[in-house]
């Protein structure tokens, strides 16, 4: 319904450009070094438009703080809960998974390959992987019983409940006892796929419906279409 | 209760967040005929100098929500371009002119 900008058929860079000129941006900095949407839509589960209309929210996102293109940890904090000094051991691990460069900011393409993951047309596999890595904080290919229980008590201590650590250790004991089929004290990624295959719900947040009708939300007013040479 | 399950639940793992930009709940300050109105507001950015803004009661009388409604887009008509009630009254509008060629 928005009959407000001609839908103009341009090139991903002069997008920008389009942008910056015609909806007079104040001149914002950008990172140069942005993919190519269609590089990002074959590796992703993203469409081409989905791609560009993502990037609207990661402009949106990265420019919160600092003006420049990235998504830091704070920027991430802030988009996510709205609140940039809430300390959450879930967020920084999610970041730390995205940051696959590893150098604590986010550029678009980290942004858009790891929230490839959540879109619901992703593969399951994907997103058992995804989980898997997520509670494997310290990176050892196995979740061990103490970064559960790690998890259940931040996770708790978020809710404002507090269980005694019996009912925890309780919990815990029956978690291992039907995912842990090794007996070896530790959930490795076959246990971990098997013990999701029986309880699909455990990757209920590895979906985001958002992103489905992320056009809609994020409208980027370029048609990608090849303008032919003459 | 499965531990995973617990965890799964953490609001530190919900990503919709990234999506819910300039989303605000308001409460009225004064106690309606069902109690405090309440509605949420979500502010989408279609270019620089247009936005739409979707309201949605939480709670509290609907009439009064309404009169709300109203009182913001009256007050807000010089910046308004449409709203739900112009719209539905402009598609009326045409249909009546339709029916009358």
Known sequence: ?230 | MNAFQIISMSPGLDLSGLFQKHKMKLQGDKMGRKGYLSLSAEIFEVASSLHMVELRKLDGDTLEYHKFEKNLSTGLKDIVWLTEVNIAKSIDKEKQQMQSL
């Open chain 1, 1 to 230: 319904m928005w009959q407000c900008l001609d839908h103009v058929s341009l090139g991903f860079h002069h997008m920008l450009d389009f942008l910056l000129g015609c909806c007079q941006t104040k001149g914002r900095k950008y990172s140069r070094d942005i993919e190519d949407p269609e590089t990002i839509a074959h590796d992703t589960s993203f469409s081409v438009s989905e791609v560009e209309a993502l990037y609207e929210l990661f402009k949106k996102i990265s420019s919160a703080v600092i003006d420049d293109g990235l998504i830091n940890k704070e920027e991430f904090k802030l988009a996510l809960f709205k609140n940039n000094k809430k300390e959450s051991l879930f967020a920084d691990r999610v970041f730390d998974l995205f940051d696959i460069k590893h150098n604590n900011v986010l550029d678009f393409g980290e942004f858009a390959r790891a929230l490839s993951v959540f879109h619901p047309n992703a593969s399951v596999e994907d997103k058992i992987e995804f989980a898997f890595q997520l509670y494997d904080f310290k990176q050892q290919g196995f979740i061990e019983r103490s970064e559960v229980k790690r998890m259940v008590v931040a996770t708790l201590a978020e809710a404002g409940m507090n269980l005694s650590d019996d009912v925890i250790e309780n919990i815990i004991d029956k978690t291992f006892e039907e995912a842990d089929t090794k007996h070896d004290g530790k959930i490795d990624k076959e246990e971990w796929r098997s013990l999701v295959q029986r309880h699909p719900s455990l990757l209920k947040n590895m979906t985001l419906p958002y992103l489905k009708d992320i056009t809609t939300s994020f409208p980027s007013f370029v048609f990608h279409s090849r303008v032919e040479d003459s």
